[in-house]
């Protein structure tokens, strides 16, 4: 059964860095791409980046430039550097495995001075 599992939210000054960090297991991490999606309160649930099994990316345009998504197939893992943030980036951020359409529970990201 996969799971997934996010670590390193918390609280950041405007401008600030946070990493987050996806854990995969029960599954053949390296054939299958990972999304990270957010969801702020009062709002839908929004791709913010993803990552294809090859290694290409894509960004939500309120992200480009400030967030990098990387995978490390040996140790299963998925991770968003988040770069420059801004009190509009504040959400609950997950990860997510679209062809098993499985969900980690969420890590609270809170962009506030």
């Known amino acids: 059964q996969v799971q997934l599992e996010e670590s390193g939210g918390g609280l950041v000054q405007p401008g600030g860095s946070l990493r987050l960090s996806c854990t995969v297991s029960?599954?053949?991490?390296?054939?299958?791409?990972i999304d990270w999606h957010r969801q702020a309160p009062g709002k839908q649930r929004e791709l913010v980046a993803q990552?294809?099994?090859?290694?290409?990316?894509m960004y939500a345009d309120s992200v480009k430039g400030r967030f990098t998504i990387s995978r490390d197939n040996a140790n299963k893992m998925v991770s968003l550097q988040m770069n420059s943030l801004e009190p509009e980036d504040t959400a609950v951020y997950y990860c997510?495995?679209?062809?098993?359409?499985?969900w980690g529970q969420g890590t609270q990201v809170t962009v506030s001075s």
């Open positions: 990552i294809t099994s090859s290694g290409t990316t």
């Open positions: 997510y495995c679209p062809l098993y359409n499985r």
């Open positions: 029960g599954t053949i991490f390296t054939r299958y791409t």
